[in-house]
């Protein structure tokens, strides 16, 4: 979807009375300044009282978060692939950047909690990391498609995801 694509939809919404005139002049000029910046549509807030957020980065969000399933499967795959995901669209899109920060959180601190769990011999505790992984993998991810960026439970806050 192009800048045209989203000013239409601005337009739409200033005719049904959605947006005010300031409104529409505001998120008109964002929009304008967004199209001719080096990334394009770098952004989805187009006014205080209307986001849009685009099928594209709904399904990238979306798809890094349940790519940490992987660890199931290919062990340090579910680490590396949703790290390597929000490596190669980070740039796209902030909700998509947001959305890789909140699951590398998640990827350290997993780590640090298998490393803390084997140092003390609590290893009994491994198996139940799994799981909870896992159930917090398809939450973010069922979040990521409503459009909401959901910090992790137990994650350690590393990075600020403002």
Do not use: C
Not at 6 to 12: F, H
Not at 21 to 38: G, M, T
């Amino acid at each position: 979807m192009g800048y045209m694509d989203d000013l239409q939809k601005l337009y739409k919404l200033k005719r049904a009375g959605a947006v005010s005139d300031a409104e529409f002049q505001k998120a008109k000029d964002i929009l304008l300044r967004r199209s001719k910046s080096p990334g394009g549509r770098i952004g989805n807030k187009i006014s205080d009282g209307v986001k849009q957020i685009s099928s594209d980065e709904k399904k990238w969000s979306t798809l890094i978060h349940y790519s940490q399933l992987g660890v199931f499967f290919f062990h340090v795959f579910g680490a590396v692939a949703p790290l390597v995901l929000w490596q190669m669209k980070k740039d796209e899109s902030p909700m998509i950047y947001k959305h890789g920060i909140v699951v590398a959180i998640l990827v350290i601190s997993v780590s640090i909690y298998y490393v803390a769990l084997k140092v003390f011999r609590a290893t009994e505790i491994i198996p139940l990391l799994l799981p909870l992984w896992a159930g917090f993998s398809i939450l973010g991810g069922i979040k990521a498609n409503a459009g909401k960026v959901w910090p992790y439970p137990l994650s350690i806050p590393f990075f600020s995801t403002d």
